[in-house]
C-alpha cells in the first residue's frame, strides 16, 4: 500500500502560479511511477503529468505542456506540480497517484493509489 496526501492548491489569479506536493509514504517511494491528474466538475478524470522512478523521464498533456513541470524528490518522498501562467480552464481537483513500473502512463486506469485531491481555482 501507498498513502498519497497532497497540499499546495489554493485560489491563483490567471498568469499566476502554484506549487501542489504530493507527500508519500508505505512502500519505497521510487519504485513507483507518479502521476498529477485532474478532474473538473462535470468532467472526467483527465491526465496532467508523469514522471518516471527515478525522475529521468517525463510525459505531459498538451493542454499543459510549457507551463507545468513535473518533479519529484525520492529522497523526500514527494512529487511536485509547478503550475505556472495559470488559466481558467487550469480549475479542477488535482490528484496525485501511483503505479508499479518503470513507465509513464497517462490512463487512470493503470494507477494503483491516488491520493484525495486538493482544489485549484483560477479566477480570470
Known amino acids: 500500500q501507498v498513502q498519497l496526501v497532497e497540499s499546495g492548491g489554493g485560489l491563483a489569479q490567471a498568469g499566476g502560479s502554484l506549487r501542489l506536493s504530493c507527500a508519500a509514504s508505505?512502500?519505497?517511494?521510487?519504485?513507483?511511477?507518479m502521476g498529477w491528474f485532474r478532474q473538473a466538475p462535470g468532467k472526467e478524470r483527465e491526465f496532467v503529468a508523469a514522471?518516471?522512478?527515478?525522475?529521468?523521464?517525463?510525459d505531459y498533456a498538451d493542454s499543459v505542456k510549457g507551463r507545468f513541470t513535473i518533479s519529484r524528490d525520492n529522497a523526500a518522498n514527494t512529487v511536485y506540480l509547478q503550475m505556472n501562467s495559470l488559466k481558467a480552464e487550469d480549475t479542477a481537483v488535482y490528484y496525485c497517484?501511483?503505479?508499479?513500473?518503470?513507465?509513464?502512463?497517462?490512463?487512470?486506469?493503470?494507477?494503483?493509489?491516488w491520493g484525495q485531491g486538493t482544489q485549484v481555482t483560477v479566477s480570470s
Open positions: 497517484a501511483a503505479r508499479s513500473g518503470p513507465f509513464t502512463r497517462r490512463n487512470p486506469g493503470e494507477y494503483a493509489y
Open positions: 508505505g512502500r519505497t517511494f521510487e519504485n513507483y511511477v
Open positions: 514522471i518516471s522512478r527515478f525522475g529521468s523521464t517525463t
